[in-house]
């Protein structure tokens, strides 16, 4: 799956960031700590699954409350027994651009279940997105959950929702607007694997027009199903 992580730093220039020499980062989490001076308050975790990253991110970054959203409920039952300390806020929610009930589409891999569809793509990921039943689950957007728990700025917001990223993005467009959103690492696509879903460029667009831009990137490629098969 091809995927690119969008990390903007609202109160600086990153691309007058000096990185010192003597410090080797790997990963976007390097990133993420040393953007955040290794002080955050309240981050996001959207598309948590078993909580894996919110673990990571917890032992890199002092954090008073770590908000972990995962529709699924089988994936939820495991995440709230991964996630045992307090800082950790369970959700079985799904983040998008409206507040309701949502069908939920269960695929075969349950990381790659989504709000959207899955299509074929003749790639090797298509027995990962294989679909298997839908569920009802209930959603809302980051706007007005955040009102709800009067959480005015998140300092890292990681986005992991299948295809659905952009329309998490748009439920929280006043909180771009005002700069209430410090990081955001965000999961995107070039190529289509879910109905309908924005890529790339349409997310990059729609955050660069609220002023983040890109900071961090990492692209994964992987050989063509058919071309394989055609060449046997």
């Known amino acids: 799956m091809m995927k690119f992580e969008l990390l903007r730093k609202i109160d600086d220039v990153v691309g007058r960031i000096r990185k010192p020499k003597s410090i080797k980062r790997n990963s976007i989490l390097d990133d993420i700590v040393f953007l955040s001076k290794e002080k955050a308050r309240f981050a996001f975790d959207v598309g948590a699954h078993h909580g894996m990253y919110s673990i990571e991110l917890n032992n890199r970054i ?4 770590i908000f972990c959203f995962e529709p699924f409920p089988e994936s939820f039952n495991i995440l709230k027994q991964n996630l045992i300390s307090p800082v950790y806020n369970h959700q079985q929610l799904a983040l998008t651009d409206y507040a309701g009930i949502s069908t939920f589409y269960v695929n075969q891999f349950d990381e790659t279940n989504s709000l959207l569809p899955s299509i074929k793509t003749n790639s090797q990921i298509d027995h990962l997105t294989a679909p ?3 569920i009802n689950v209930h959603v809302d957007t980051l706007e007005n959950f955040c009102k709800i728990q009067s959480v005015e700025k998140i300092d890292v917001l990681k986005i992991d929702a299948q295809g659905n990223s952009l329309n998490v993005l748009k439920g929280a467009t006043g909180m771009l607007e005002r700069r209430a959103i410090r990081l955001i690492q965000c999961e995107v696509e070039f190529l289509e694997i879910y109905k309908d879903e924005p890529l790339y460029h349409k997310i990059a667009f729609f955050l ?15 050989p063509n199903a058919e071309e394989d098969q055609g060449g046997n």
Request: hydrophobic content about 40%.
């Open 62 to 65: 002092q954090l008073e409350k």
């Open 132 to 134: 298997v039943r839908t």
């Open 208 to 222: 660069e027009g609220h002023g983040y831009l890109l900071s961090w990137a990492d692209a994964l490629f992987y």
